[in-house]
């Protein structure tokens, strides 16, 4: 596995699929205001990839679900309920999240996944902390795919 961290923006990497960092799925995302990059998402890809996820209803912590890209180019968007039910990101999620969404992104033999870094936004975990997690959690999987954490700038 090729694991690279750069800077940028997530919706302009070249893979195969991005990775969502959203929440339980408990609060219709209508009733969101759009943030972070579930708000970038929103305004580039259409509405599209959010009116799928009710169907997955409650989402447990730390685990992924999968939906069309909407406008965007990638084959997928693999949403992660990395935070919690204070709005709040754990190791656990965060930890669980990244093999959750690595896992579906194996399932769909998906060459190339780009992260944002998970819970450092609306979640409040701290970004050096959180990096450190999913580098950790990303070198203990054994798969043939290579890995973009994106640092927004």
């Not at 995302?29 to 943030?35: K, V």
């Not at 992104?105 to 998906?110: C, H, R």
């Not at 944002?116 to 409040?124: E, K």
């Amino acid at each position: 596995m090729k694991i690279s961290i750069v800077q940028g923006d997530l919706l302009d990497q070249n893979v195969d699929a991005i990775v969502n960092s959203w929440n339980r799925n408990i609060i219709p995302w209508w009733l969101l205001i759009p943030q972070g990059i579930s708000g970038a998402i929103k305004r580039k890809a259409g509405y599209k990839p959010f009116k799928e996820l009710p169907k997955f209803k409650s989402i447990p912590l730390g685990e992924a679900v999968i939906t069309s890209a909407g406008k965007l180019k990638y084959k997928a968007i693999i949403h992660v309920a990395a935070i919690n039910m204070l709005w709040r990101a754990t190791e656990y999620s965060i930890k669980n999240s990244v093999i959750n969404a690595v896992k579906i992104a194996t399932e769909q033999n998906y060459n190339s996944l780009a992260f944002p870094i998970i819970g450092a936004g609306t979640g409040s975990f701290s970004k050096i902390d959180s990096l450190d997690i999913m580098k950790e959690t990303l070198k203990t999987l054994n798969i043939n795919m290579s890995i973009k954490i994106v640092e927004f700038k």
